[in-house]
C-alpha cells in the first residue's frame, strides 16, 4: 500500500465518543487526503491537506475534524456530532496537490456499538 | 462531487477472456485514472490518461479516452483470477480552494472465474 500506513484496521465508537483514526506516510508528499467509502459507494472527500498547518474542507467534513502539524501525519477525528459514522475510511497522498497520482493507504473500518 | 460513472455496476467473465469496464463524466476533465480496490483494503492505481491523450497501454491494461463523449473506458486482456477486485475512475475538478481534487465514480465490481 505504498508508504501509508493506517490504525488501527478497526475501531469501535461508542455513541457520544469521539474516536482518531491514524494517517502516516514515508513518501516525503506534501499533499494528504481523507475519503469515506459507503458499501457500493465511491470515494467521497473529507477533508484534505495541501501542506503542513493546512487543511480544506471537502465534500462531507460535517462531524469530523482534522490536523496536519507533521508533514508525515494527518489525523482524523470522527466526532459525537457524526451521526452515521459506520464506514471505511481512506487516508492517500500525492506528491503534490491536485492532479497527481493518489497513494491509499490499507484503511480503517469503523463501527458503532 | 461524484462526477464519474462507472459501466457495468458488476461484471463476471471467465479467466482468460478480456473485460471491458467505462466511465462517463459530466464536466471537462485535465485527466482521468483508474484504480483498483481489492476487497476490504485500500484503492491501487493502474493508469492516468491526460485530456490530450486517446488512447494508453500499461501491461494487460489499455484505456482510452473519448473527450468528446465524455466516457473512458477500461480493457482488461486475458483476465486471471487475480483481476478480481473493483475498478474505479477519477476524474479531477477544481476545488475552489486553488487545487484540483479527484471524484471517484461507484465502481466496476469484476469477478473472474477459474
Known amino acids: 500500500d505504498g508508504g501509508i500506513t493506517q490504525s488501527p484496521k478497526y475501531l469501535f465508537r461508542k455513541e457520544g465518543q469521539n474516536v482518531t483514526l491514524s494517517c502516516e506516510q514515508n513518501?516525503?508528499?506534501?499533499?494528504m487526503y481523507w475519503y469515506r467509502q459507503d458499501p457500493g459507494q465511491g470515494l467521497r472527500l473529507i477533508y484534505y491537506?495541501?501542506?503542513?498547518?493546512?487543511?480544506q474542507k471537502g465534500d462531507i467534513a460535517e462531524g469530523y475534524s482534522v490536523s496536519r502539524e507533521k508533514k508525515e501525519s494527518f489525523p482524523l477525528t470522527v466526532t459525537s456530532a457524526q451521526k452515521n459514522p459506520t464506514a471505511f475510511y481512506l487516508c492517500?497522498?500525492?506528491?503534490?496537490?491536485?492532479?497527481?497520482?493518489?497513494?491509499f493507504g490499507p484503511g480503517t473500518r469503523l463501527l458503532v456499538l | 462531487s461524484q462526477q464519474g460513472e462507472e459501466d457495468p455496476q458488476a461484471l463476471s467473465i471467465q479467466e482468460g477472456e478480456n473485460a471491458t469496464m467505462n466511465c462517463s463524466y459530466k464536466t471537462s476533465i485535465n485527466n482521468l485514472q483508474w484504480y483498483r480496490q481489492n476487497s476490504g483494503r485500500g484503492l491501487v492505481h493502474l493508469i492516468l490518461?491526460?485530456?490530450?491523450?486517446r488512447e494508453k497501454h500499461s501491461g494487460r491494461l489499455r484505456v482510452t479516452l473519448d473527450t468528446s463523449k465524455k466516457s473512458s473506458s477500461l480493457l482488461i486482456t486475458a483476465s486471471r483470477a487475480a483481476d478480481t477486485a473493483s475498478y474505479f475512475c477519477?476524474?479531477?475538478?477544481?476545488?475552489?480552494?486553488?487545487?484540483?481534487?479527484?471524484?471517484f465514480g461507484k465502481g466496476t465490481k469484476l469477478s473472474v472465474i477459474p
Open positions: 477519477a476524474t479531477d475538478y477544481f476545488s475552489g480552494a486553488g487545487s484540483y481534487q479527484l471524484t
Open positions: 491537506s495541501q501542506i503542513v498547518n493546512d487543511f
Open positions: 490518461i491526460r485530456s490530450n491523450e
Open positions: 513518501l516525503n508528499h506534501d499533499a
Open positions: 492517500a497522498s500525492s506528491i503534490a496537490p491536485g492532479e497527481e497520482t493518489q497513494y
